[in-house]
């Protein structure tokens, strides 16, 4: 604690005789510097544990029974099937072959686009959905 209180007293004493703008520009610098360092150790440093193959649909418990077979560990997290990052290249042919990579997201935007209209109203959007 007296390290820390001893280098704010330091710092205080320098930045005594500078105008507020400098003091300013260099806190943003530190700032700046705090922030970019924090984008580093996320993107370079904390490995990615699990990678996304696919969208989890209507058939993510038969992908993921076929993916635990293969010896595979899976999971479905935010609509996603997800396995090891050392696993992923494997678990995207496996589920090629078996047709589970679940609905495209383009796929998604075609139907969606399909079913709705500008000029629909609400009643009729909820009479059509019942």
């Not at 996304?52 to 029974?65: F, K, Q």
């Amino acid at each position: 604690m007296e390290f820390a209180k001893r280098a704010w007293a330091q710092i205080g004493s320098q930045m005594h005789g500078v105008n507020t703008q400098t003091r300013v520009i260099i806190g943003m610098g530190l700032v700046v510097m705090a922030l970019a360092a924090t984008l580093v150790f996320i993107l370079y440093v904390v490995p990615e544990e699990t990678a996304a193959v696919g969208l989890a649909g209507s058939n993510s418990s038969e992908a993921i029974s076929q993916l635990s077979a293969a010896g595979i560990e899976a999971q479905v997290d935010n609509g996603q099937n997800r396995v090891p990052v050392e696993s992923k290249h494997q678990a995207f042919l496996l589920l090629a072959q078996g047709d589970l990579l679940g609905e495209s997201p383009a796929g998604m935007m075609d139907r969606m686009f399909e079913n709705a209209s500008p000029w629909e109203t609400d009643t009729s959007r909820a009479a059509r959905s019942n």
